[in-house]
């Protein structure tokens, strides 16, 4: 396994890109593996590049780059590696999927940064094993694929499948799969280079805190904050809100109004409409059942406040372009079985 010691080297990994992949989190995994090589004085890891046909994919930055080859040529890799980005539900893949289940009946470590845990999911790969995404796309992951046990966690290792949250984490969960196979001393000097101060651990979580996302410091305000975030589906009053944090409504009221300029009912109801949004792009559920799992009675009440909040309805918001295609053989991702 990559978190092994080597028994042989260099190590062979292969870097699967689909369209739309996340640069920053595909360079952090290059970028360790070059300066592992550098750092120690010896060819440790040895990558390649390659897509599903082998032609030259684009970033989510628009940075289009050309691989070695196409699948057919990361037959020798003992390591893959898939690079996804955004719109990773609307990609279709069967022959990508067919390989990717190939390569682990043949004893193949497999792992994804950013979103690729989509594809490594819907390949089954990801079944029985503990993985994360990005917490961006972990509302739409969880509903789409309830049994598996996803986590907030930075990066996840579990046996001989690695998943990553994508962003500047990929430089952690690669520092620590090369300590773990060449010493904490060197995964230290890597770090040093990238002028990286901490290597963070699994346990780290995503996203900032609160104070450093909000910008606020008020212990009662964000106690109140972090029950709204713990239940959007369903809601709770102003009054329970207030009573939880030891306050009387009018207070509560003035603090939003204070910290945050809306009041309360409105800072909720934005949590509520930003984490449908998120439903709607990244899963199939019909609209009734994104209202619902969202604290909206009503599929006509639920259209009206998006509508009103983001200048569009719930249906225009998924008229997006046409699914990518990855392969001759291709079908929905969501859909995809067998080979």
């Known amino acids: 396994m990559l978190g092994n010691p080597a028994r042989e080297l260099p190590q062979r990994i292969g870097l699967l890109l689909v369209p739309n992949f996340s640069m920053i989190a595909f360079s952090c995994v290059i970028e360790t593996l070059r300066l592992a090589n550098r750092a120690s004085g010896q060819e440790l890891y040895r990558w390649h590049i390659f897509t599903a046909d082998g032609k030259a994919v684009c970033a989510s930055s628009g940075i289009e780059l050309t691989p070695e080859g196409d699948l057919a040529a990361a037959e020798a890799v003992k390591t893959v590696i898939v690079c996804s980005g955004v719109e990773v539900q609307r990609l279709q893949c069967k022959a990508v999927i067919a390989w990717l289940r190939r390569k ?10 950013c979103t690729g845990s989509y594809i490594l999911a ?7 094993h503990r993985c994360t995404i990005h917490w961006e796309n972990l509302a739409g ?8 046990e996803v986590t907030n966690e930075l990066f996840e290792i579990d046996r001989n499948r690695f998943t990553c949250s994508g962003g500047t984490a990929a430089i952690d969960m690669m520092l620590n799969l090369v300590g773990r196979q060449h010493g904490h001393a060197l995964a230290a000097s890597i ?5 990286h101060e901490r290597i963070r651990d699994q346990n780290d979580r995503q996203r900032m805190s609160l104070p450093a996302r909000l910008g606020v410091r008020h212990p009662k305000l964000l106690s109140v904050i972090e029950l709204m975030e713990q239940n959007l589906e369903e809601p709770l009053s102003r009054t329970a809100l207030a009573q939880n944090a030891g306050l009387s409504t009018r207070q509560l009221e003035r603090l939003f109004r204070k910290y945050l300029l809306r009041s309360p009912a409105r ?8 984490r449908a949004r998120l439903l709607l792009l990244q899963t199939n559920m019909s609209i ?11 599929a006509s009440h639920f259209s009206k406040c998006y509508r009103d909040f983001f200048g569009r309805t719930p249906r225009k918001e ?5 699914d ?12 995809a079985s067998g080979e």
Do not use: K, W
Request: charged fraction near 20%.
């Open 267 to 274: 800072y909720y109801l934005e949590l509520r409409l930003n």
């Open 191 to 195: 770090a040093d280079q990238f002028m």
């Open 122 to 128: 819907n390949a089954g790969l990801l079944d029985g």
């Open 104 to 113: 682990a009946r043949n004893g193949t470590d497999i792992g994804a940064i």
């Open 288 to 298: 009734i059942d994104v209202a619902l799992a969202c604290g909206f009675v009503s």
């Open 141 to 148: 992951f969880v509903e789409e694929f309830p049994e598996i």
């Open 324 to 335: 990518f295609d990855l392969g001759a053989e291709t079908t929905p991702l969501a859909a």
């Open 318 to 322: 998924r008229g997006l372009p046409a």
